[in-house]
């Protein structure tokens, strides 16, 4: 196969798009299409000051790197979550954090590129396992309690740090997936609030874009390969056998019989948003200030986040320390 | 004659002479997934296999998502899902950054 610009071999054949590219020309239709989906979802502009929260994984590391490329203020936002791979206490772990660490900070130092550092169990006290256990939430896989505390931090560091923008890596697969879970279960609470852009229209709350949504899986994995992005290869051990999983594998069966499926799926749904479909749903809710650390929360007291790191310090007692307030710690690790 | 193909750190044989996509599915994995890469470069489904390949790469697209996903049953997530979400919940149900 040839690339379509050059004739040269052909790196990547993007079925969706009719379109093959070799890797010179992969490399520069990334950061171009790239562009085209910040412009066309008025993601952000060049003055803005973009946090991007990278985990050491193809995709987040992927986005820093275009967005590095395109000319823009982006910083990292690495979160430690004390995540080992440990199954029992007699197993040997991944050190599965560590090693998103050590890949984050590797990218970050070759480049040049300012990385912010939260380890939640140096900032609050524990692990997010070992959170999971004492709070008792999300049955028996810590993904609930982690996604909580992720979301609260990535929020919190980007209001605290002057970010106007919050940037995930989150592409068409996990867009995909999401939204076919969302639409089985009819969420329309959820559906609702899916978007490539969450306006910060609320206080204390920061404005979060996904600039790879329109991009397959297979596209980022490529571009990772291409640019000898070292990443880490292994998915979060408690992911494993998770429902996104599940629901990536049905699409995936899906595209292969009628290429473009995934990404014919995710546009009509946000084409159908923007008639109309959900207008119903509005979402009006008014926002508290959590009586504890001051961040946005849908009912008076303390948001969730305070409320579960309670129910850890009083089952830890003495070994954790008291709450952080006002501001987290970020550690300027480049 | 054969081409080794790898995949994480297991390895299979397959004949020479069928395409990347023919091989992909040969040993049982679905296309769309993964990525075939031979000596650093990207292959294209549509390349042929020969055998001074030697040996090809197969890598994952979707990390972890090769071991085998089974479909949990409907539990309380399902039923939280159909109630607007609170701020703290997000959008929705998500793995990884």
């Known amino acids: ?334 | 004659m054969t081409v080794k193909l790898v995949y994480r750190g297991k390895e299979y044989e397959v004949q020479e002479g069928m395409t990347v996509r023919d091989a992909i599915k040969k040993v049982g994995l679905q296309p769309e997934t993964i990525l075939a890469v031979h000596g650093g470069k990207l292959l294209t489904d549509d390349t042929i296999l020969k055998s001074d390949m030697k040996t090809i790469k197969l890598v994952a697209v979707i990390s972890g998502g090769s071991r085998g996903v089974q479909l949990p049953a409907p539990g309380p997530q399902a039923q939280a899902a159909k109630r607007a979400p609170t701020i703290e919940e997000g959008p929705g149900v998500r793995v990884g950054i």
């Open chain 1, 1 to 334: 196969m040839k690339c379509r610009k050059c004739g040269a071999t052909a790196a990547i054949n993007m079925r969706q798009h009719k379109l093959a590219l070799c890797e010179e020309h992969f490399l520069e239709w990334m950061p171009e299409q790239t562009q085209r989906i910040v412009e066309k979802y008025r993601m952000f502009a060049p003055e803005d000051k973009i946090l991007v929260a990278v985990s050491g994984g193809k995709d987040s590391l992927s986005l820093w790197d275009i967005l590095h490329r395109l000319g823009y203020h982006a910083d990292g936002l690495y979160i430690g979550l004390g995540i080992d791979g440990r199954r029992s206490s007699s197993e040997e772990g991944i050190g599965y954090s560590d090693e998103s660490r050590r890949l984050s900070e590797k990218f970050a130092a070759e480049r040049g590129l300012t990385l912010h550092v939260v380890e939640v169990e140096a900032t609050y006290g524990a692990t997010i396992p070992e959170l999971a256990v004492i709070s008792h939430r999300g049955r028996d896989k810590p993904c609930s309690v982690c996604g909580l505390n992720k979301r609260y931090i990535m929020n919190r560091a980007a209001h605290d740090g002057g970010y106007n923008v919050l940037a995930t890596g989150h592409n068409l697969d996990d867009e995909a997936a999401v939204l076919m879970q969302n639409t089985l279960n009819w969420a329309s609470g959820y559906l609702v609030r899916q978007a490539p852009v969450l306006e910060a229209n609320r206080p204390g709350l920061a404005r979060k874009v996904k600039p790879l949504c329109r991009f397959y899986e297979r596209e980022m994995a490529a571009y990772a390969i291409v640019r000898s992005i070292e990443y880490i290869y292994d998915e979060c051990p408690h992911a494993v056998g998770s429902t996104t999983l599940y629901y990536k594998e049905i699409l995936n069966q899906m595209e292969e019989k009628r290429p473009g499926a995934k990404l014919q799926f995710y546009l009509s749904f946000l084409q159908a948003k923007e008639q109309g479909l959900f207008a119903l749903q509005a979402d009006d809710a008014e926002l508290h200030a959590c009586e504890k650390c001051g961040q946005p929360t849908s009912a008076p007291g303390e948001c969730s986040f305070c409320r579960l790191w309670d129910k850890v310090r009083a089952v830890k007692g003495a070994r954790l320390p008291l709450p952080a307030l006002p501001t987290i710690e970020i550690s300027d690790e480049s």
